[in-house]
Structure formats: structure tokens, C-alpha cells
């Protein structure tokens, strides 16, 4: 699998967030999108998965050499992000059922196997509604992380999260990720330290981006 970004820009109004953004992304490898607040972080990565239409440039998939097209993107990706919504009217095992009919989960992990991984098998059965806001991040991990793409993109991903659940993103890196293209948006060495490309939202567009990245602290 291979990300293709090619004089990539963005922008709102007439403020460019970034611009001239040329790059591959391949299988296997994991990479930080990393800057200051404001500096278009999370705008870059809804850019790669297509939530957010480039303003200048192309972004291409390409799976076996083959192109994929933009409609058909969302079957190659999973995200966990903050401002991701969950249905909140459904119980977890609900959602996860509902998730699996139009993006089908790691075949050797069942629902039931999901729930208790992420610890939350006493409230399977209630509204995440009703679930704290570290809960809600475990389910939106979970989605992500089990689900069968060769992409996974994460913004900012222990949001909200207090130690126990740090360890189990730290846990779902190590056993899930492997063969995937992986992307982090964070500042949080904690969240992206296990990347082995950095991208620094202050070097787009200049021959130090283009050239290659580089090694995450």
C-alpha cells in the first residue's frame, strides 16, 4: 500500500494551512505529523484520508501498483481522532456490529474479544452515551486498531485517556500495527515515540521535507 501526495496544499479562505507537500507514504513504516498548535496537523491527516478535499495537488492511493479510487478510499483506512462521533444511541457491542458490516474487523478477533480488550466488558451492554469520555476514546481506538485496513491514522490518540488506557494504546501499537501504514498526529512523544519518520508541519514544502524526514526523538 502506498499514500501519494503530490504538491499537495490546503487551504481556508484565503490563509494557506500548508503547501507544495510532495510525499510517499509506504507499508510497514509509521511516521509523526508533528507542529504547533494551529499549524494544520490534523488538517494534513483528514487531507490523506480524504475527509477533507485538497485545495491544490493530488492524493492518491495505490494498492498492488493498482489505483484506488477516491470513492472507494474509505475501505483502506481506519482513523481514531477527537473529533470522530460515535452513535452514541447504541450500546458498544451494537456499534461494533454495526462498524463490521461495512468495515469487516481483523478475522482472528471476535466482538466479544474487542470488548475485553479495551476493558470494557461490564458496560458492553450500556449506551456509550452514558461512557466517560476516556471510555469513548477506548471504543474509538478500538474501531480503528481491529479493523482491516492497511492504513491507520491516528489524531492525537490518548485523548482523554488516563494511565491504564496509555498502556493499552501503547499495547494495541505493538500487536496491531504491524505491515499497516501508520500516521499520528500529536505532539506527545508518549502518543508517536515508536514512529521512525517525523514530519514537521514547519518543513512543508521546503527541500528538507521533500528530501526525506526525520528520525523521531
Same mark, same amino acid.
Given at each position: ?22 510525499f510517499?507514504?509506504?507499508?510497514s513504516? !509509521? ?15 483528514? *487531507?490523506?484520508?480524504?475527509? *477533507?478535499?485538497?485545495?491544490? #495537488?493530488?492524493?492518491?492511493?495505490? &494498492?498492488? !501498483?493498482?489505483?484506488?479510487? #477516491? ?12 473529533y ?23 478475522? !482472528? ?5 474487542? *470488548? &475485553? ?10 449506551q456509550?452515551? @452514558? @461512557? ?14 481491529? !479493523?482491516?485496513?492497511? *492504513? ?16 493499552? @494504546? ?10 499497516? /501504514? ?16 517525523? /514530519? ?11 528530501? #526525506?524526514?526525520?528520525s523521531?526523538?
Amino acid at each position: 500500500m502506498q499514500i501519494l501526495l503530490s504538491d499537495t496544499g490546503k487551504r481556508f479562505n484565503r490563509d494557506w494551512i500548508f503547501r507544495n507537500f510532495s510525499f510517499q507514504f509506504n507499508s510497514s513504516e !509509521s511516521y509523526a505529523i508533528t507542529g504547533p498548535n494551529g499549524s494544520g496537523k490534523s488538517t494534513l491527516l483528514q *487531507v490523506i484520508a480524504g475527509a *477533507v478535499a485538497a485545495s491544490e #495537488g493530488t492524493v492518491a492511493y495505490e &494498492s498492488g !501498483s493498482k489505483k484506488v479510487e #477516491g470513492d472507494e478510499m474509505f475501505r483502506f483506512l481506519s482513523i481514531a481522532a477527537p473529533y470522530q462521533e460515535l452513535i452514541e444511541e447504541m450500546t458498544l457491542t451494537e456499534f461494533l456490529q454495526f462498524h463490521r458490516t461495512f468495515k469487516p474487523f481483523v478475522s !482472528s478477533i471476535s466482538i466479544e474479544d474487542i *470488548v &475485553s480488550m479495551i476493558h470494557l466488558s461490564g458496560a458492553a451492554g450500556k449506551q456509550i452515551r @452514558y @461512557y466517560s469520555s476516556g471510555m469513548k476514546q477506548r471504543v474509538k481506538l478500538a474501531q480503528a486498531f481491529f !479493523s482491516d485496513t492497511p *492504513v491507520l491514522l491516528l489524531d492525537e490518540p490518548c485523548t482523554n485517556l488516563d494511565e491504564d488506557g496509555i498502556r493499552l @494504546y501503547h499495547h494495541l501499537i505493538s500487536e496491531y500495527s504491524s505491515n499497516r /501504514i501508520v500516521i499520528v498526529s500529536s505532539n506527545d512523544v508518549a502518543e508517536y515515540g515508536f514512529c521512525n519518520q517525523k /514530519i514537521f508541519m514547519g518543513d512543508i514544502g521546503s527541500k528538507k521535507t521533500i528530501s #526525506g524526514l526525520q528520525s523521531a526523538d
